[in-house]
Every structure is written in structure tokens, then in C-alpha cells.
């Protein structure tokens, strides 16, 4: 059975490297908000036949890289298979990553991340603690979202790990700390 959790990881950033970020995140957010607008107005929100409406736009408007683009597409999309009688606003900073957009490594100070951007890659060291440890050791994720709360980043890595299956006729769950 496969389990999936999430390790929120502080990130220890330079002044460079937040200015980088930060601009990313609200050039995705802009870019969530003209694509949600394109959505709404001609009642578009496939994912497929947004990307024929606003891909091209997208990128050159905001400056996104392809994968960054896709993601905003998705999200929106995403966002209206819940509602869409009203217009959705994007107002928070974050962004999601597949494996194309991030990847983690480890050196012998510690756990790093790459993460792209708009400029050019960054790739600040993780501010974890020893579960943050435990859940990353031996993973490859392939998501993660990367959000800005209390002027810090975090980078919300989803990881999966496998489990025997329960045995026995009464299995009991319990949760792993």
C-alpha cells in the first residue's frame, strides 16, 4: 500500500534568491488570474482548449517558463471544475512544481532544492528538522507546492512511501509520526 505525506520545508534563502521567487510567484499569480479571465469570459475550462486560448500569451505576458505556464493553466482549470458561475480570483502566493520545475538533492551540509524561476534557477538550502529528514531520505517526489506566508517560503514536498498491506480480519489503522 502507498502512503503519501507532506514535509514542509523552511527555505534559507539570499537576498537574490527571495527577490527571485517572490517575483515568480506573483507573475504566476497574475498569470492565474488573466488565464482565469479568459476562462470565464468564453466559458473555456479545459485544460486543453485553455492552452490553445492563452499558452502563448501566457508566457510572453508574464515571462513563464513553459512548465510554470502549464502549471497556471492547470490550476485554473482545477479551480473551476468546482464552480463556475463566478469568476475566480487568485490572490495567494503560491506555486505548484512537478518534477521538471524542482528537484531535491542532498550535499554533505545538508538538503538543497532547485527550483526554476522566471530569471534563472535558484537553488536554496532546506531549513529542516530530523522528520523532514526521515520523510525525504530515499524519495524522488514529484510534486510539490512552494508557498510565501509570513514573509518565508516554504516548499511543501509530497512524498510516497510504501507500506506492507494490513493483515489479519481486523486490520486497525494507525498513523506513522
Not at 520545508?9 to 479571465?37: G, P, Q, V
Not at 516554504?154 to 489503522?173: A, K
Amino acid at each position: 500500500m502507498r502512503l503519501a505525506k507532506t514535509a514542509v520545508c523552511k527555505l534559507e534563502l539570499s537576498e537574490e534568491e527571495r527577490h527571485r521567487l517572490l517575483a515568480t510567484l506573483k507573475a504566476f499569480r497574475d498569470a492565474c488570474n488573466y488565464i482565469s479571465k479568459a476562462a470565464f469570459e468564453r466559458r473555456a475550462f479545459h485544460p486543453v482548449a485553455l492552452h490553445h486560448m492563452v499558452y502563448r500569451e501566457t508566457r510572453k505576458r508574464f515571462g513563464l517558463p513553459a512548465n510554470l505556464a502549464i502549471r497556471a493553466r492547470d490550476r485554473v482549470s482545477k479551480a473551476y471544475k468546482q464552480r463556475q458561475n463566478k469568476l475566480l480570483r487568485f490572490s495567494r502566493l503560491s506555486l505548484d512544481l512537478d518534477s521538471r520545475l524542482f528537484r531535491l538533492f542532498k550535499k554533505p551540509d545538508g538538503w538543497y532544492v532547485s527550483i526554476a524561476t522566471v530569471q534563472k534557477r535558484v537553488k536554496p538550502r532546506l531549513a529542516i528538522g530530523e522528520y523532514q529528514r526521515r520523510l525525504l531520505e530515499g524519495t524522488r517526489p514529484s510534486h510539490a507546492v512552494l508557498t510565501y506566508r509570513n514573509k518565508q517560503f516554504y516548499l511543501h514536498v509530497t512524498v510516497e512511501r510504501e507500506f506492507p498491506d494490513p493483515e489479519g480480519s481486523n486490520p486497525v489503522g494507525v498513523t506513522s509520526g
